[in-house]
């Protein structure tokens, strides 16, 4: 008879309860976080705002958040990290209520801005409390199950504030979604003042998982010399998340113009795309630490070229949606091996300063990266954009593949 496995020992092997608290709380962050994408239409009816307004309001978040991925890293290793989470997730839930609030729009564009500032103390804290939680055969599986929360949030939050703003109006979708976070504030500041079990036998404490000002002697190491042996995988990790993330952004947009589908068909398929993404990321972790993190990094890397690639070739058929779900795999595969890959990399008491360097790098080049890539659409057409997309892709694929075979970046 075939060996039935013990849900409870799968359950561990992918985080246990604390893994899980922490996809909550990433599923309420993002899921505060995609509103305003969600419902700027909306938004901009309501107010009679210009596209330049809209793009604005975007803007304000999206800039602000990624440059406060730097600060937000650096406060996270010099103060504890459960008041840093703590207070990201707070902030994040009370602009979101605020912004469902506010009566015009410079107040709005002021509360977004403030929204983005909070929003970069979640993800550096959150994943370096992650990793003093989890042991090191367990991180990829760990890391995967966290970004599971986020896409999730991304997935859900679209479909329902367009429920609630269908029958309550878009400021009460602000307003009711901004309740998750908040409600998982408390529950960071009482969970991380207690000790939380590993092995069964073996502790962590907040002064060993969430401070750690108790370890004076480690702050001898520099962030120059922690970045020195990882910089190349990091750096191409980073070029292809701007490359193949812009086309990610227009992927509705493209459908449309290119292949001629409804416009909701078409968002329709970006949700299929993420659904890719979920897999993606619980594959990645899983994978990294069954086969190494650096293999499944590459991996990831030598195949998102010639799938975008494939993107721009194929007919509009079932073969194009299995490419899309492929490369929304891939994405999040890739993200998820990378993440575990510095956790395993980066000494504890400088892991939320490279996390918020690695997110802001990330998502700061996101938002410069989306208004240039539609600079460029509206001169040469998003067909052709696309094709140089493909093939700058194509090319960062065949630098892995060359760097994978160098046998030093295995070490």
């Known amino acids: 008879m075939p060996k039935v496995r013990n849900p409870r020992k799968i359950f561990h092997q ?28 909306l938004i901009r009816e309501s107010l009679g705002l210009s596209y330049l307004q809209s793009g604005l309001l975007l803007s304000a978040f999206t800039i602000t958040s990624g440059l406060s991925q730097f600060l937000g890293g650096w406060i996270g290793d010099r103060f504890s990290r459960r008041i840093v989470i703590a207070t ?4 994040v839930s ?16 002021f509360i977004l801005v403030i929204m983005g500032i909070a929003s970069g103390a979640y993800h550096p804290s959150a994943l370096s409390a992650l990793s003093g939680s989890i042991e090191v055969t367990r991180r990829g599986k760990a890391i995967a ?33 901004s309740i998750p976070a908040l409600v998982a504030v ?30 004076p002697k480690q702050r001898s190491v520099g962030i120059f010399q922690v970045l020195r042996p990882i910089a190349i995988i990091l750096v191409l990790d980073i070029l292809m998340q701007l490359v193949a993330g812009s086309a990610m952004s227009f992927i509705p947009i493209y459908l449309v113009d290119k292949h001629n589908i409804v416009p909701a068909y078409a968002a329709m398929l970006l949700g299929i795309t993420i659904g890719g993404g979920i897999a993606g990321s ?32 194929l007919p509009f058929n079932v073969g194009l949606i299995g490419v899309l779900i492929l490369f929304g795999l891939l994405m999040y595969m890739r993200i998820a ?23 802001g790098l990330a998502f700061e080049g996101m938002s410069l990266m989306q208004p240039i890539a539609g600079h460029f659409m509206d001169i040469f057409g998003i067909v052709e ?3 140089g997309i493909a093939l700058t892709s194509i090319v960062l694929s065949l630098v892995a593949l060359l760097l994978a075979k160098k046998p030093k970046l295995h070490r």
């Open 94 to 109: 009370l602009t979101t209520l605020a912004v469902g609030l506010s009566p015009a729009y410079y107040p709005m564009l």
């Open 385 to 387: 954009v696309f094709n």
């Open 282 to 313: 619980l594959f990645g972790g899983w994978l990294s630490d069954k086969w190494g993190r650096k293999q499944a990094i590459f991996l990831a890397l030598v195949a998102t070229g010639p799938i975008l690639y494939l993107l721009t070739k």
């Open 337 to 359: 091996t990378v993440q575990s890959f510095l956790m395993d990399s980066v000494p504890p008491q400088l892991m939320s300063t490279i996390f918020g360097i690695y997110f």
């Open 14 to 41: 992918w985080g246990g309860d604390i893994t899980s608290f922490f996809t909550y709380t990433h599923f309420s962050h993002d899921l505060c976080c995609v509103l305003l994408v969600a419902l700027l239409p």
């Open 88 to 91: 990201g997730l707070a902030g």
């Open 186 to 215: 408390p529950v960071v500041l009482k969970r991380f003042t207690q000790k939380e079990p590993i092995n069964g036998d073996e502790l962590v404490s907040q002064s060993s998982a969430d401070d750690t000002t108790s370890q």
């Open 145 to 177: 199950f966290h970004m599971v929360g986020g896409s999730l949030g991304y997935a859900i939050g679209p479909i329902l504030g367009g429920l609630i703003a269908q029958l309550l109006g878009w400021r009460f979708a602000f307003i009711i979604l």
